[in-house]
């Protein structure tokens, strides 16, 4: 049963991510502040430092062409940046120690890479014509601050569901 709990949480992650971005622009003093949840990358790149890297890549690929086709109108773009990602967190985990702490760290330095290149894309094509230093004060800070809070809260539990994945893996190598 623990077999299907990381593709069933990475479905609920996937849906919960437009649900919560519902609550974005927050408007504190006359200012807008925009929340761009990113919890199904955070949860994948867990995937691919406790887990398995070539199973982040194929779940990042699939669900980056899932957000491509109904969120997006450009093809190719997160189908292209998750599994990226996910590579990146997995070549990077092999020279680190795979702590809690400091894949939390990591996961949220690239999910700010991940914001940033996103934004630099948008900007090369005309989609978005933000100056650098609004996107970094309305967009990116308030995105990494609720992203943060989210993986402070739920880190340990993606690590939990992981690990017991890897038990029962280990157990009976047939259900790989």
């Not at 623990?2 to 622009?25: A, H, K, N, Q, T």
């Not at 997006?72 to 189908?79: A, F, K, V």
């Not at 990602?85 to 092999?94: D, E, H, N, P, T």
């Amino acid at each position: 049963m623990i077999r299907y709990w990381i593709p069933l949480i990475s479905v609920v992650l996937f849906f919960m991510e437009p649900i919560f971005g519902l609550f974005s622009p927050l408007k504190l003093d006359g200012e807008f502040f925009y929340i761009v949840p990113r919890f199904l990358i955070m949860f994948l790149i867990f995937v691919a430092v406790y887990y398995d890297l070539k199973h982040a890549v194929y779940y990042g690929l699939f669900f980056g062409l899932l957000y491509d086709v109904f969120f997006i109108d450009i093809i190719g773009l997160y189908s292209f940046l998750y599994p990226a990602v996910c590579l990146i967190a997995g070549y990077i985990v092999k020279s680190i120690h795979r702590n809690l702490v400091v894949t939390t760290v990591m996961t949220l330095a690239l999910t700010a890479i991940f914001e940033f290149v996103l934004y630099q894309f948008f900007k090369l094509i005309s989609l978005v014509s933000m100056p650098m230093d609004v996107f970094l004060h309305t967009r990116l800070m308030p995105t990494m601050i609720a992203n943060s809070l989210f993986l402070l809260m739920l880190g340990w539990i993606f690590k939990t569901v992981i690990d017991a994945r890897l038990i029962e893996r280990e157990k009976n190598p047939r259900l790989s």
